[in-house]
Nanobody, 122 residues
Framework: QVRVVESGGGLVQAGGSLRLSCAASGDTFNRYVMGWFRQAPGKEREFVGGISRSSGRTMYGDSVKGRFAISGDNAKNMVYLQMNSLKPEDTAVYYC???????????????WGQGTQVTVSS
């Protein structure tokens, strides 16, 4: 099983940028898909994006397309979420997760981090 730990959250003004990092470990790491989800207070957890570690293919949620980008560094077992043009509605706890399928479906991801808070001020 893959273990994941997020970092890089914080407070940023609207229009600014932030990069989240996800450190993953586990001897089958490179077989996994890594995803980012977020959950705002009072709302359901939402798919942000994902990347296939083997093919490099990415997928994004509609609300972040064109603003967020996911990348990975296989040598360092790291995945990154670059967030640009941030909006107050991007405020949420962001979670990194590992799974076997590049999909927006939350239950396909079996290993989850503790989350990191991102707050965007207006």
């Amino acid at each position: 099983q893959v273990r994941v730990v997020e970092s890089g959250g914080g407070l940023v003004q609207a229009g600014g940028s932030l990069r989240l990092s996800c450190a993953a470990s586990g001897d089958t790491f490179n077989r996994y898909v890594m995803g980012w989800f977020r959950q705002a207070p009072g709302k359901e957890r939402e798919f942000v994006g994902g990347i296939s570690r083997s093919s490099g293919r990415t997928m994004y949620g509609d609300s972040v397309k064109g603003r967020f980008a996911i990348s990975g560094d296989n040598a360092k077992n790291m995945v990154y979420l670059q967030m640009n043009s941030l909006k107050p509605e991007d405020t949420a706890v962001y979670y990194c997760a590992a799974g076997g399928l590049l999909t927006k479906i939350e239950r396909a991801f079996t290993s989850w981090g503790q989350g990191t808070q991102v707050t965007v001020s207006s």
